[in-house]
Nanobody, 121 residues
Framework: QVRLVESGGGSVQSGESLRLSCAATGVIYGRYCMAWFRQTPGKEREAVAEIDSAGRAWYVESVKGRFTISETNEQNMPNLQMNSLKPEDTAKYYC???????????????WGQGTQVTVSS
């Protein structure tokens, strides 16, 4: 049984930074993609950043240049460095593991419970 646990969320002022981490219990077999999603009430969960099984990073346009996704050496889990935060970044952020086929990311296999990020102006 794989369980993902996020940490690092909190309340900050506009322009400040936060770093989100994701820890896993259990073993994830095979190649996989690591991702961060976010969701606000009444809206669909959206992908924010992702690393595929070939190590390539992808970002949603709204966070390019401000967010950086990286992989921890210890657990091969994703971190998300968020700089120059804006009020519109306020959301609950979720760590996710997606299956990978031929280095292409597929459906989410595991979700974390989420960590709240609140940015005030």
């Amino acid at each position: 049984q794989v369980r993902l646990v996020e940490s690092g969320g909190g309340s900050v002022q506009s322009g400040e930074s936060l770093r989100l981490s994701c820890a896993a219990t259990g073993v994830i077999y095979g190649r996989y993609c690591m991702a961060w999603f976010r969701q606000t009430p009444g809206k669909e969960r959206e992908a924010v950043a992702e690393i595929d099984s070939a190590g390539r990073a992808w970002y949603v346009e709204s966070v390019k240049g401000r967010f950086t996704i990286s992989e921890t050496n210890e657990q091969n889990m994703p971190n998300l460095q968020m700089n120059s935060l804006k009020p519109e970044d306020t959301a609950k952020y979720y760590c996710a593991i997606r299956s990978s086929v031929d280095d292409s990311c597929r459906a989410v296999s595991f979700w974390g419970q989420g960590t709240q990020v609140t940015v005030s102006s």
